[in-house]
């Protein structure tokens, strides 16, 4: 899992709270990604960032959001406003000049 | 739009044979192509990467993976399964946006079971 460290490992959430999702790297790696993983579904884009203060929605941005204050952190929030938040949930990491990403271990949240 | 394709869900192969798992690909100018590994409840492991160069890439644990461009392909290979292979693959491409921001596009997955 590399330089990469995300936490809980697992988390669980009543229905309407928003919970954060920590996702930290030593790898000084610019860019920053958080995904979604579903069964039969692979991966889908929640959102990425490039540089520190700016980032882009993916393909499943709703109900969720990020911030990029510091080039090692990219926690991801998610909302009560995200109808299905029940997944596991990866955060990844690359160097520009290299392009391969690099991911954590992943965090389950269950949502009831 | 960029895409990819993992045409199998599942291949089953004993252990000892070849194994190949498939990627198809769509892109718009150069692909960049990328194999990764994810065993059960971990995040993924990168195997390897076509940027450009040689067709045939060798990576990580014995991989290999030949590009093939009037194929539009990136097939994953090994020459001799082991049990410990079993897991599941992603094939990824990079998309890069008129912006110069990239991101990347993954397959759904292919699952690998390699039998004693």
């Known amino acids: 899992d590399g330089g990469i460290t995300q936490s809980p490992k697992y988390l669980f959430r009543k229905e309407g709270q928003n919970v954060t999702l920590s996702c930290e790297q030593n790898?000084?790696?610019?860019?920053m990604y958080w995904y979604r993983q579903d069964p039969g579904q692979g991966l889908r884009l929640i959102y990425y960032?490039?540089?520190?203060?700016?980032?882009q929605k993916g393909d499943i941005a709703e109900g969720y959001s990020v911030s990029r204050e510091k080039k090692e952190s990219f926690p991801l929030t998610v909302t009560s406003a995200q109808k299905n938040p029940t997944a596991f949930y990866l955060c990844?990491?690359?160097?520009?000049?290299?392009?391969?990403?690099?991911f954590g271990p992943g965090t389950r949240l269950t949502v009831t | 739009a960029q895409s990819v394709a993992q045409p199998e869900d599942q291949v089953n192969v004993a252990e000892g044979n070849p194994l190949t798992v498939k990627c198809t690909y769509s892109?718009?100018?150069?692909?960049?192509l990328f194999w990764y590994v994810q065993y059960p409840n971990r995040g993924l492991q990168f195997l390897l990467k076509y940027i450009t160069g040689d067709n045939l890439v060798k990576g990580s644990y014995g991989f290999e993976a030949e590009f093939n461009k009037s194929q539009t392909s990136f097939h994953l290979k090994k020459p001799s399964a082991l049990v410990s292979d079993s897991a599941l693959y992603f094939c990824?491409?990079?998309?890069?946006?008129?912006?110069?921001?990239?991101?990347?596009?993954f397959g759904t997955g292919t699952r690998l079971k390699v039998l004693a």
């Open positions: 960032s490039q540089i520190v203060n700016d980032f």
């Open positions: 990844a990491s690359s160097l520009t000049s290299t392009y391969e990403q690099y």
């Open positions: 892109v718009s100018g150069n692909p960049y």
């Open positions: 790898l000084n790696h610019d860019a």
């Open positions: 990824a491409v990079r998309d890069i946006k008129a912006s110069g921001t990239y991101k990347y596009i």
